[in-house]
C-alpha cells in the first residue's frame, strides 16, 4: 500500500510579534504560525505489501512474460523506495504496455498498474494517477471479489490520493470499508488489520477528530507488537504514528518514550544508519525543537542529515526533507546566515527529484520565503509565497487545506508590508476553505481566526477582532486541551486585546494563565515562555503592581 506524502503539519513555535505591539515593548504570541510549518516529519504508517499470489491459469501469457513483468515490478517498486519516481514510472510503464496486449485483466497487470499509479502519485502527478488507481481496483474486484486483500489495498490507495488532492469526505468509506475487509479477510488481529487502523486513523488525525484516531492508533500498535513481537519495525512506526498524534495535541512528556522507543527499535532490527533510522531521528528531534531543547534537537537533526546523506544519496527527497529540519531549526535560533543555504539546497534538490511544479517544492518555496520573510526581504519572499500557492492551486484545485496554508503565509507578509486591504481578503478565504474542509472546531480553523483577529486588531477594528479571538480560544481548548501551548498564545492575544481596550482586570487571569501553560509544557528556557513571561511581567507591573504572581516571575525571567 501506498506510504502517504511527508507531513509538514506541524506548527512553530510561538514567536515575538513586535510589529503587533501595542502597549509598551508587549509582544503579541501568535498562535498558529502564518508561516509554513516548521518540520517535515517521517510519520511512518505500517502499509503492508499485498500477500504473495499463485499463478492464475489460463490468465498470463506466458512463464517467461510473468517472470519479466515481476522483475519490472520490483524494479520499479525498489526505485519508488529510493525516490526515483520517474524511472520508475518509465519501468512500470513499459512492462504494463506488454501486459495490456497479452493479459489485461489480470491481477500482475493490476500489480503494475498500481505501481505505476504510486511512482505517478509521488512524481505529483495526482490526476493522472487517479484513474490507474481506480483501473487497478475494477481489475482486482474482477479477479478476486469485492472482499479480498488486495482490494483492501487498492481501496486503501485510492483513499490516500483523495485524502492528498483535500477529499476527505470520499476518502473516508474507502478507509473503512479496507479497514472491514482485512478484518474479515484476515482476521481482527492480522498485521494488515493494523496497517488500516492506522491509515484510517491518519485521516482521522488530519481532520481534527484526535478524539477518534487515538484509539485506532492504540490498537494498531498493540496488533503489530501481537502478531510481530515488541522490537518489530513495523511496532517502531505505529509507535512513531501514536507519537505524533500526541505530540499534536501537546501530550510532549508522553509522546517523548514513545519516540524514543522507536528509535531504539529502529536502530536494533534495522542498522543504526538505515534511512529509516534517520526518520526516527528527525521525529525524537522535533519533540526537542517543540520543547525549546534546541542542542538536543539540532544534534539529532545532523546525525538524520548524515545518514539520509549517506544510505540515500546527496540528492534524494528525504535529503532535502533533512536539510529543511534542520535549516528550520536554524533559522528559529536567529541562524539565518546558516539556514538559508540549507533551505536553497533543499529546494533545489526537491525542483530536480520532484519536479518544479510538485507539492513538495511548494513546502520548500513556503519554507525560503519564511527565512526570507523574517529577515525582511519581503520583495525577495513575496514572488515564492506566490509560486507556491500556484503549485498549490494548479495541484489540488482552490479549495484545498494546503492552499489556505498558502493564502495565510501570503497574507502574513502583505500584512506585515502594511498592505491591509490585500491580506485581508486572503486571510477570509483561507478560513472559508478551511471551515469548509475541517469543519468549525478544527486547530487550523482557530490558526485563521487568529490570524483574520490579528488583522483587526492592528487595524483598530477592536470589536471585530474579539470574537474572533475568544473563537479561536474555546476551539483550541476543545481540539488541543487546556494546556496546549497553542491555547496559551490564544490566551495571551485575547489578554493583550482586553489590555488594549481598557479591561486590564479581564486580562489579567488570561496572561497568567498563558504563562504558566507555556512554563509546564515547554519550560522557562523556551522562547515562547520567556516572551509570554515579559507580557505578564509589564502588565502586572503597570495594571497590578501588588498582584502576589510577580515577584516570582520577575525573579525568573527578568
Known amino acids: 500500500m501506498t506510504r502517504p506524502p511527508q507531513s509538514d503539519a506541524n506548527a512553530p513555535p510561538l514567536t515575538r510579534m513586535s510589529s503587533l505591539t501595542r502597549v509598551s515593548a508587549i509582544a503579541a504570541l501568535v498562535a498558529v504560525g502564518a508561516l509554513a510549518p516548521l518540520h517535515a516529519t517521517h510519520a511512518q504508517t505500517v502499509y503492508a505489501p499485498s500477500p504473495p499470489r499463485a499463478v492464475q491459469p489460463g490468465v498470463a501469457a506466458s512463464h517467461a512474460k510473468q517472470a519479466t513483468q515481476t522483475s519490472a515490478l520490483e524494479t520499479a517498486q525498489e526505485l519508488i523506495r529510493l525516490g526515483q519516481y520517474q524511472r520508475a514510472r518509465t519501468i512500470a510503464a513499459q512492462a504494463l504496455a506488454v501486459a495490456r496486449q497479452h493479459a489485461p485483466r489480470t491481477s500482475e497487470t493490476a500489480d503494475l498498474i498500481n505501481a505505476m499509479a504510486l511512482a505517478t502519485y509521488h512524481a505529483g502527478n495526482h490526476a493522472e494517477a487517479e484513474p490507474l488507481y481506480r483501473e487497478a481496483l475494477e481489475i482486482r474486484r474482477e479477479t478476486f471479489g469485492d472482499r479480498h486483500p488486495d482490494v483492501a489495498q487498492s481501496l486503501n490507495n485510492l483513499a490516500e490520493l483523495l485524502r492528498a488532492t483535500g477529499r476527505y ?80 495535541t501537546g501530550r510532549y512528556d508522553q509522546a517523548e518514550p514513545l519516540y524514543r522507543e522507536a528509535l531504539d527499535i529502529t536502530r536494533e532490527a534495522l542498522r543504526p544508519r538505515h534511512p529509516d533510522t534517520a526518520k526516527s531521528l528527525n521525529n525524537l528531534a522535533g519533540v526537542f525543537f517543540a ?128 498592505r491591509y486591504d490585500q491580506a485581508e481578503p486572503l486571510y477570509r478565504e483561507a478560513l472559508e476553505i478551511r471551515r469548509e474542509t475541517f469543519g468549525d472546531r478544527h486547530p487550523d480553523v482557530a490558526q485563521s481566526l487568529n490570524n483574520l483577529a490579528r488583522l483587526l486588531d492592528a487595524t483598530g477594528r477592536y470589536d471585530q477582532a474579539e470574537p474572533f479571538y475568544g473563537e479561536a ?14 491555547t496559551a498564545a490564544s490566551l495571551n492575544n485575547l489578554a493583550l486585546l482586553l489590555e488594549a481596550t481598557g479591561r486590564p482586570n479581564d486580562a489579567t487571569p488570561l496572561f497568567l494563565d498563558a504563562v504558566d501553560i507555556l512554563r509546564t509544557a515547554l519550560g522557562d528556557d523556551h522562547p515562547s515562555t520567556r516572551a509570554g513571561a515579559r507580557n505578564t511581567i509589564l502588565h502586572l507591573r503597570e495594571h497590578a503592581p501588588d498582584h502576589p504572581d510577580l515577584p516570582g516571575l520577575a525573579a525568573a525571567f527578568d
Open 473 to 486: 480560544l474555546d476551539i483550541t481548548r476543545e481540539a488541543l486541551g487546556p494546556r496546549h501551548p497553542t
Open 291 to 418: 520543547t525549546g531543547r534546541y542542542d538536543q534537537a539540532e544534534r539529532l537533526y545532523r546525525e538524520a542529515l548524515d545518514i539520509t546523506r549517506e544510505a540515500l544519496g546527496p540528492r534524494h527527497p528525504d535529503t532535502a526533507t533533512s536539510l529543511n529540519n534542520l535549516a528550520l531549526l536554524l533559522n528559529a535560533t536567529g541562524r539565518y546566515d546558516q539556514a538559508e543555504p540549507l533551505l536553497v539546497e533543499a529546494l533545489d534538490i526537491t525542483r530536480e527529484a520532484l519536479g518544479p511544479r510538485h507539492p513538495t517544492t511548494a513546502i520548500r518555496l513556503n519554507n525560503l520565503a519564511g527565512l526570507l520573510n523574517a529577515t525582511g526581504r519581503y520583495d525577495q519572499a513575496e514572488p515564492l509565497y506566490r509560486e507556491a500557492l500556484e503549485i498549490r492551486r494548479e495541484t489540488f484545485g482552490d479549495r484545498h487545506p494546503d492552499v489556505a496554508q498558502s493564502l495565510n503565509n501570503l497574507a502574513g507578509l502583505l500584512n506585515a508590508t502594511g
Open 169 to 248: 469526505d470520499q476518502a473516508e468509506p474507502l478507509y473503512i470499508e479496507a479497514l472491514d475487509i482485512a478484518r474479515e479477510a484476515l482476521g481482527p488481529r492480522h498485521p494488515d488489520t493494523a496497517a488500516h487502523l492506522n491509515n484510517l486513523a491518519l485521516l482521522l488525525k488530519f481532520t481534527g477528530r484526535y478524539d477518534q484516531a487515538e484509539p485506532l492508533y492504540r490498537e494498531a500498535l498493540d496488533i503489530t507488537r501481537e502478531a510481530l513481537g515488541p522490537r518489530h519495525p513495523d511496532v517502531a512506526a505505529s509507535l512513531n504514528n501514536l507519537a505524533g498524534l500526541l505530540r499534536a
